[in-house]
């Protein structure tokens, strides 16, 4: 079966073969000739299974090769992530035609997407909250929607979106061609089919993940010792033949740590999280598809929508809270027919998730295998060349802006990076913060006003005890009628003593006394 034979116009089959898309799956060839005749549908199919293009191509059809500007057709969708992911796939499709794309969603600026509004497109992806935002400032209209789609409505649903899509339909004609799609189909997601459908066919696309997974993902599941997990990834990400690799992380701080951590080693890691914002997440995933990274390291959250046909690896930084998240994750690769490799690591604490992991998706692998990263097996496991190490390259000891480089982690352990550097910011303001007190709070009192000019032994902060008795007669000697003449002061100015000559102070003699001032002695 092609997509000439399923009645696509030859324009699109000719856009879609630009990428490589040559063959319809399963579900397009299902969705495809009933799309194509106005038919309401119902698809249960999860990411991945081609829905994209079974919705999509027979929308933009639909729509004609030259279609009057305005929007005419309607995707909704729960996250930011799908409807990146969505627009792209759809403007590959319309890349012969004069259709245009845009998406809709929250965490970015609106000015953008309102002046692709303004200039007529035709085909709008969008989130419900700023959808219903921009129509409420009349910045968007649905009267003229012809085409309507929900994608993934469980997950709409899971995140509280129902009563906003019920207001989306509201705002559309009562006469309109409507798909939905859904991974399952929960009693509010069947009612909703019900109140807003016409007599829609019910299709059910081979479900990817179903059953013990596909026989052509391999499963890998090892407990490996916290301090050694880092390096024994390292080693997994040299395995002959890898190409795009997801690693998941639980929380935000470990997807953070661990890009920072496996960059210092030399890999090309790129992640996507809460704490980032819509920008630099939209920067990753673009890299990450591109190649430019070939490992993208994600929580579950932020994992939503990545739908990437090249990921030959999944890695399981820590094991998922269940059976469905464990699908969720390791469908990431083996798709499109492709092989794949998922390896999980499983702490001390964890067991009794992965035991009921094993038992809903019959693994048959009560134990998980212990692994240490000089394993034998890990090697022949995952075909790592003999003597692989878990760094590429030796770390680098500065940045590229000259300044030390940082080891992920070491904060803390040394003085501040700004420490006594004597000029902006009242030199090295922020010296020792997070470090140990040699820092110096005041990074060596320096001026405030950025000069970093100093008099005597207060411009040498690391001048110790041990100084000449001749050098420190000369600085002395040197300094005698400033002392007489200047009081001290807070600024950090040397105290005159009794015989009316100023001695440079110590800063050693401080540190050890806990920094109380030294007081003239009579």
Not at 39 to 62: M, V, Y
Not at 375 to 404: Q, W
């Amino acid at each position: 079966m092609t997509f000439t034979e399923l009645n696509i116009d030859e324009d699109m089959v000719q856009a879609l073969a630009d990428h490589g898309i040559l063959e319809p799956f399963p579900i397009q060839e299902q969705t495809i000739p009933l799309a194509l005749s106005g038919q309401d549908i119902i698809g249960q199919a999860k990411t991945g299974t081609g829905k994209t293009f079974g919705f999509g191509l027979p929308l933009i059809q639909r729509l004609g090769l030259t279609p009057e500007p305005g929007v005419q057709a309607l995707v909704v969708v729960p996250t930011r992530e799908l409807a990146v992911q969505v627009t792209e796939d759809l403007q590959i499709a319309t890349a012969h035609r004069a259709t245009t794309v845009v998406s809709i969603y929250g965490g970015k600026a609106y000015e953008g997407q309102i002046e692709q509004l303004k200039a007529g497109a035709q085909i709008v992806v969008g989130t419900p909250g700023r959808l219903l935002d921009l129509v409420g400032q009349r910045l968007l209209s649905l009267q003229g929607v012809r085409e309507m789609v929900l994608d993934e409505a469980d997950k709409m649903l899971d995140l509280g979106f129902l009563s906003d899509i019920e207001k989306l339909f509201a705002q559309t004609p009562a006469v309109r061609h409507t798909m939905l799609f859904s991974a399952t189909m929960p009693g509010p997601i069947v009612a909703l089919a019900r109140r807003f459908m016409t007599k829609p066919i019910h299709i059910r696309a081979t479900d990817p993940d179903e059953g013990l997974m596909q026989a052509n993902i391999r499963h890998l599941v090892y407990r490996a010792h916290n301090m050694d997990k880092d390096e024994v990834i390292g080693r997994i990400l040299q395995a002959e033949g890898r190409g795009k690799t997801v690693i998941f992380t639980r929380t935000k701080r470990a997807a953070a740590r661990l890009v920072e951590e496996l960059t210092d080693r030399g890999f090309n890691a790129a992640a996507v999280h809460g704490d980032l914002n819509q920008e630099q997440r939209e920067r990753a995933m673009a890299a990450f598809k591109a190649g430019k990274k070939d490992i993208l390291i994600a929580t579950d959250v932020a994992a939503r929508g990545i739908d990437v046909l090249d990921v030959t690896h999944v890695i399981n930084h820590t094991i998922p809270e269940d059976d469905k998240a464990y699908l969720h994750r390791v469908g990431r690769t083996g798709r499109a027919g492709k092989t794949g490799i998922a390896v999980t690591f499983v702490d001390w604490d964890d067991l009794h998730k992965w035991a009921l992991i094993n038992r809903a998706l019959e693994f048959g692998r009560p134990e998980p295998t212990e692994t240490y990263s000089s394993s034998p097996h890990l090697y022949t496991d995952l075909d790592i060349p003999a003597g692989s190490k878990g760094r590429l390259r030796a770390t680098p000891t500065v940045n590229p802006d000259g300044t030390p480089r940082e080891r992920p982690g070491s904060r803390g352990s040394d003085s501040g990076r700004d420490g006594g550097r004597g000029g902006r910011d009242g030199g090295g303001r922020d010296g020792g913060r997070g470090g140990s007190r040699d820092g110096g709070r005041s990074g060596g009192s320096g001026d405030r006003s950025g000069g970093g000019e100093r008099s005597g032994g207060d411009r040498d902060r690391s001048r110790s005890r041990s100084t000449s008795t001749a050098s420190a007669t000369a600085s002395a000697d040197a300094t005698a009628t400033i002392g007489s003449e200047q009081p001290n002061t807070a600024g950090g100015h040397d105290a005159p003593h009794a015989d009316g000559q100023t001695r440079p102070r110590s800063r050693n003699r401080r540190r050890r006394s806990g920094g109380d001032r030294p007081t003239a002695t009579s």
